[in-house]
């Protein structure tokens, strides 16, 4: 969970400052920027850690609190 936030903290930075840099553009900008190679590596690294974050997490709330051992394997 450490790695992924430490990877998440530039990605988001990143992906903020281009929402903002996109806002008012039309769906041909957008499409041209995201389909430009970095943008599009970035935004699948968002993506990708943004998941596997959430999943790391959700896991750790799920051995600390649900009581039966049937229903934790179930859940994670």
């Known amino acids: ?3 992924t936030s ?7 930075i990143w992906f903020v400052i281009s929402v903002i ?4 553009a039309s769906y041909r900008e957008t ?7 970095i943008n599009a590596v970035l935004l699948l690294a968002l993506i990708a850690a943004t998941f ?5 997490g959700l896991q750790v709330v799920v051995e600390d609190y649900v009581r039966g ?3 934790r394997l179930g859940l994670i």
Do not use: D, N, W
């Open 1 to 3: 969970q450490r790695v």
């Open 6 to 12: 430490l990877a998440l903290l530039p990605l988001t």
């Open 21 to 24: 840099g996109l806002a008012g």
């Open 31 to 37: 499409l041209a920027f995201i389909g430009a190679p």
């Open 52 to 56: 596997h974050h959430m999943a790391s």
């Open 69 to 71: 051992e049937l229903q």
